[in-house]
């Protein structure tokens, strides 16, 4: 068994928390109507489209014409994106720069919009520095977890499957780049993806 030599992360609920309710809970202030918001108005598969690679600009109008009750909140999200994202998960930067002290490759594949990604990583230069290239799924047109945008990754970071490990919170996410024949872990919390390195030898 080959042994693995550089990690791929996910970033959204792996290296940071993400969750709409951080900037529309401060929004409306009631919990049954922010509820119907975020269930359904502005859901998690209607923002999946930008991660695709469409425009906030369309979706947000085609949402608001369904919509128009909410089409002020419904025009906050792509504009007010990074509120939603507001503080590293538990432990995470800590473990990135101890695989980057230990000279380890740093990668990421991301399923993020290609318009909303630039502010937050210049917001979040400091970790995202220690990377050495990341993969959009918005500026590629491709999502996780379909394979073609594990290839291209793969491709793009000069690995072979078995150099890497990935680390994603979503389990089809972890099965489709496991079939691929990379190393995956699929994600709960900073310690114990700690321990998960450790076993694969990792100086962590």
């Given amino acids: 068994m080959v042994q693995p030599s550089a990690v791929i992360f996910d970033v959204?609920?792996?290296?940071?928390?993400?969750?709409?309710?951080?900037?529309?809970g401060r929004l409306i202030g009631d919990d049954q109507a922010l509820d119907a918001f975020l269930s359904?108005?502005?859901?998690?598969?209607?923002?999946?489209?930008h991660d695709a690679g469409r425009p906030f600009a369309e979706t947000s109008a085609e949402l608001a014409a369904?919509?128009?009750?909410?089409?002020?909140?419904i025009a906050l999200w792509g504009p007010r994106f990074g509120e939603q994202i507001p503080h590293a998960l538990p432990g995470?930067?800590?473990?990135?720069?101890?695989?980057?002290?230990?000279?380890v490759p740093l990668f990421a594949i991301t399923n993020f919009s290609g318009e909303f990604w630039?502010?937050?990583r210049a917001?979040?230069?400091?970790?995202?520095?220690r990377f050495r290239a990341i993969v959009v799924s918005g500026d590629e047109r491709l999502v996780k977890p379909d394979p073609a945008i594990y290839r291209l990754a793969l491709d793009r970071f000069g690995l072979a499957p078995e150099e890497a490990v990935f680390v994603d919170d979503?389990?089809?996410?972890?099965?489709?780049?496991?079939?691929?024949?990379?190393?995956a872990i699929l994600?709960?919390?900073a310690e114990s993806l700690r321990e998960s390195l450790r076993d694969l030898s990792f100086a962590v």
């Fill in 66 to 73: 369904l919509y128009p009750q909410h089409a002020e909140m």
């Fill in 12 to 24: 959204g609920n792996v290296l940071y928390d993400w969750n709409p309710r951080y900037l529309y």
């Fill in 92 to 103: 995470m930067p800590e473990l990135v720069e101890s695989l980057d002290s230990a000279g």
């Fill in 40 to 49: 359904t108005v502005a859901t998690k598969a209607w923002h999946f489209q």
């Fill in 123 to 129: 917001r979040e230069s400091a970790l995202f520095d």
């Fill in 118 to 120: 630039p502010p937050f």
């Fill in 187 to 189: 994600f709960v919390d």
């Fill in 170 to 183: 979503n389990a089809a996410n972890i099965a489709a780049a496991a079939a691929m024949g990379i190393h």
